[in-house]
């Protein structure tokens, strides 16, 4: 074998080597209600040399928010570790495509990830009104 394309394929098997112990990603399907039910969506969560777990919320077949019964506002994403408070992590807008994204992070490693219909975007307590919803464990 050539000892430049030998050598090049050394680097490239340690670069990957090196980016695959930075994070990984996991992905998990989040529950749609009856609210919803043509909706779907995928939670991907990342894993941080620090410790922080990046997340990233994609939905697809979502009702504009004031097609609900009751009409809403928006939707909000929230996360949510077991005996505490749900803490916002921002609106989650909808398009004329029907499609949503958004990116967040937190500390915690078991938590819930859930999505509420809300009048307010900026709403520090989440509705009853929740369309989708994943547990995560890292």
Excluded at 12 to 27: E, M, R, W
Excluded at 45 to 57: F, H, M, R, T, W
Excluded at 73 to 96: I, M, P, R, T
Aim: charged share 20%; net charge positive; glycine share 8%.
């Amino acid at each position: 074998m050539n000892s430049k394309i030998f050598y090049r394929l050394a680097l490239l098997g340690a670069a990957v080597c090196v980016v695959s112990t930075v994070g990984y990603a996991k992905t998990y399907p989040m529950t749609a209600s009856n609210e919803v039910p043509g909706a779907t969506a995928q939670l991907q969560v990342d894993k941080e040399k620090d410790g922080n777990i990046q997340l990233e919320v994609k939905a697809n077949g979502m009702a504009k928010p004031g097609r609900l019964t009751p009409a809403a506002h928006s939707y909000v994403v929230w996360v949510q570790q077991e005996g505490a408070d749900a803490k916002s992590q921002g609106e989650l807008k909808v398009g004329n495509n029907h499609k949503g994204e958004l990116k967040g992070a937190t500390t915690f490693h078991t938590f819930n990830v859930f999505i509420t219909a809300e009048n307010n975007s900026q709403t520090k307590i989440p509705s009853d009104q929740v369309v989708l919803r994943a547990t995560v464990q890292e």
